[in-house]
């Protein structure tokens, strides 16, 4: 009889849901989308959008515009404008021929008069549905050129195809899959600074073939459920861009900026609480003998209690590891995983770190992240003893700023200290690839961040930024043996017996980059986008006293039909 009972409650959790015609796929987090919820969120118009684990289905995006729309009133005239553009394209079961062009269609249920492929309409290639599937397909392109025009000119040019297709089966099982596959002409490193991801693509990096050459690959399963009203529960196994943490430039813990992670996940809503599991797996940074390539797990739990019109408070694990399979211990989402990993013979890079960001000002947010690299309890008051592995960043973004509408500036600073993301076992830095899965700047540097960005209406955005980093380098003699560890390589360790116990923020080689980049996002057509992109970068090594100049060019165009 209990049996019986366990089986019933399981057949309820996985085959009845709230949630009636749900688009349970994920909406990419690069979606412009997100940064339309992000300024209606700091304007006060909704609330959380858990940004810090920024992930959304179909069907929450939906949700949160039309609780924007409910409070269309307090909109600008382009708010309003950008409000229509997305629920045209999220109300999927509305979706006809008055917003919607379909490629390859009869033109029964949506237009396919190739007139209209110029139109504001949002464009597919097949679309199908019915009460037990949605079907979505496109095809997606990129074209990218780029010019250098100092320290010397150069140009390179980047141009892929691909497609993609998304959907949900039986209102709970989202799924997606999407493959790209281009090529580069003209300098191949400058192209690196068109598209950093060429940095840990395999095919790019391998450079075997007579051309140079990249592929991304994402896909997922997803299954969701709502067994009582407002709990939201999900599991997800797949691979696709995922980041975690605050952060408004770079986030500490997960930045995006990195090789893209195989992952399973799940997530659990309800009231003030919200929890993340995710058990990860990258490799390690690349190797010529393939037989020394390998594989590294990454776990990582998020407790967050999110209180409304006040703020949401998170605290969050991680624990890298290497050399064996799957450890059943970094399975277990209610442990500690430091604890834990004391008891494994500590062997493993964990970290801890605790996070908040106000909800109580309308058009002004803050947010703070402390990281904590390894070191729980010991000298955190001798801040310069090099096993005190801290950073943090805080950060304030003001929406309308001086009442004007649809313009967001953003500041942040983040400090990292020596050795942060390093570890004594090489494979097990806070890595995939060579690329730090945490801030951009890596360890022993700061930062100060100045963004800007303009709604000039639905079809243009108008974006400036400004970069100020210090850091303190490794020091290598001539014929390239270290001969001053910084702990500003998260590939170097500290060398007892060696290095000083002590070490201070910034030495090292110090060097100062200045960036300012300004840009133009234009979508004459729907899901046509253009972006132009100017950047100026200074670099002053101060202790070499030298000076660098970089100014480069950018354009891209990406479609999707």
């Known amino acids: 009889m209990k049996l019986n009972k366990i089986y019933l409650l399981i057949g309820i959790l996985f085959f009845t849901s709230a949630i009636i015609n749900a688009q349970v796929e994920n909406v990419p987090i690069d979606h412009q989308v997100y940064n339309f919820l992000k300024e209606m969120k700091v304007k006060g118009v909704i609330n959380s959008i858990h940004d810090d684990n920024p992930s959304m289905s179909a069907e929450e995006v939906l949700t949160k515009l039309k609780l924007i729309n409910e409070k269309s009133k307090e909109l600008s005239s382009t708010e309003s404008a950008i409000l229509k553009k997305y629920i045209d394209e999220f109300n999927i079961y509305n979706q006809n ?18 007139s209209e492929f110029w139109s504001e309409k949002k464009k597919y290639s097949i679309i199908y549905k019915d009460s037990a599937l949605t079907f979505f397909f496109n095809i997606l392109g990129n074209i990218k050129y780029g010019h250098r025009f100092s320290p010397s000119a150069t140009d390179a040019e980047m141009y892929d195809i691909g497609i993609r297709f998304k959907g949900t089966l039986l209102n709970k099982f989202g799924y997606s899959l999407s493959v790209q596959k281009g090529g580069v002409s003209g300098s191949e490193s400058f192209a690196t600074k068109i598209d950093p991801r060429l940095l840990y693509n395999f095919k790019f990096v391998e450079a075997v073939e007579n051309i140079g050459n990249y592929d991304f690959a994402e896909g997922y399963l997803k299954y969701q459920t709502q067994p009582v009203e407002n709990m939201n529960i999900d599991f997800q196994i797949g691979r696709e861009k995922t980041k975690m943490g605050y952060g408004y430039g770079s986030k500490l813990i997960l930045s995006g900026d990195h090789a893209l992670l195989d992952f399973v996940r799940f997530n659990f ?69 430091k604890f834990v990993e004391m008891s494994l013979q500590d062997r493993d890079n964990g970290a801890v770190w605790l996070d908040l960001q106000t909800h109580a000002f309308n058009n002004l947010e803050f947010q703070f992240t402390f990281f904590l690299d390894e070191n729980i309890l010991s000298h955190l008051e001798e801040l310069n003893l090099f096993t005190n592995k801290t950073a943090y960043q805080i950060g304030a973004f003001w929406y309308s700023p001086l009442g004007v509408d649809d313009l967001s500036l953003i500041t942040e600073y983040t400090r990292i200290r020596p050795y942060v993301y390093a570890h004594y076992n090489f494979r097990n830095t806070y890595t995939s690839w060579d690329q730090v899965l945490g801030h951009r700047i890596g360890p022993n540097a700061d930062e100060i961040l100045v963004k800007a960005n303009y709604n000039y209406n639905e079809k243009m955005t108008l974006y400036g930024e400004f970069r100020a980093i210090r850091s303190g380098e490794n020091i290598y003699t001539p014929d390239g043996n270290l001969h001053y560890n910084a702990g500003g390589d998260p590939f170097v360790i500290h060398r007892d017996g060696i290095e000083a116990r002590y070490i201070d923020f910034l030495s090292g080689e110090r060097i100062n980059h200045q960036m300012i980049s300004a840009g133009i996002r234009f979508e004459p057509i729907r899901d046509f ?10 670099e002053n090594k101060i202790t070499r006293e030298l000076k660098n100049k970089n100014s480069l060019f950018t354009v891209k165009l990406s479609f999707e039909m």
């Open 529 to 538: 986008i253009f972006d132009f992109n100017y950047q100026y970068i200074r």
């Open 97 to 114: 021929k008055l917003n919607t062009f379909e490629l390859f269609g009869s033109g029964e249920q949506y237009s396919n008069s190739f």
């Open 269 to 337: 809503n309800y009231g003030v609480f919200s929890f993340t599991s995710m058990h990860a797996s990258t490799v390690g940074r690349f190797i010529w003998e393939r037989e020394q390539n390998y594989t590294k797990q990454i776990a990582i739990n998020r407790f967050k209690l999110n209180f409304e019109d006040v703020l949401e408070f998170g605290l969050g694990e991680s624990i890298i590891y290497s050399g064996r399979g799957i450890d059943l211990a970094y399975l277990n989402p209610f442990i500690f995983y």
